[in-house]
């Protein structure tokens, strides 16, 4: 894997199908990054999609770790307010506190995957690990002032590539690929006249 390319780039976490992107790849276990990645630095709140997509996911058999380079102590606080085992001061990329989270979830190579929304912490630091990583666009543009310089640099990596279209739209293009796949006239083959050679 390439240490600086995600393995999926979405716009939002609610893009990323939750049967078809996660259980359908083997991944059960995820290292979820907070900070503009299911909270909103701007508001220190999570928008209410996100919250339930979690719930779907936990609902479905994922499991969680948060994974932070936050250092104070509301990060400890919203993990409990999430119910969720937490892993803070984190450091990444630095792979330690990716093995601590999997520890703590009882995770494997084969079955977890990070999302978060910075190359230079969230996917440098899942590759490092020899983890798969899944990056989202920042919920807000509010963000820590050397981010801010990380986001210039990590814009120029990812050159032209786009997030991937939600779940949504995939389904509804899938679903029109069918449609239009029925409702051609069949090619039935040309059947040779009488004396022309077959």
Partial sequence: MALWTPERYFSRITDIDIERDLI???????????DNTIRA?????VPRDVGLWLGRARTAGVTFCLLSNNWHADAYAFAGELELPIVAKAMKPLPPAFF????????????TVVIGD????????A??????AYMLQP???????????????????????QPEPAASAR???AAAARTAAAAAPAVRPAVPSEGEPS
Avoid: F, N
């Avoid at 910075?118 to 630091?125: E, F, K």
């Fill in 139 to 161: 919920l807000v543009k509010q963000d820590l002032a050397h981010t801010k310089v990380l986001r210039v640099v990590e814009a120029a990596l990812l050159g032209d590539r």
């Fill in 127 to 132: 590759h490092c690990a020899g983890l798969p």
């Fill in 24 to 34: 359908g790849c083997g991944y059960t276990h995820v290292l979820l990054d907070i």
């Fill in 118 to 125: 910075q190359l230079s912490t969230d996917v440098l630091g």
């Fill in 171 to 173: 389904a509804d293009v």
């Fill in 100 to 111: 601590r989270a999997m520890g703590k979830i009882g995770a494997t190579r084969g079955d």
């Fill in 41 to 45: 630095r701007d508001t220190h709140s």
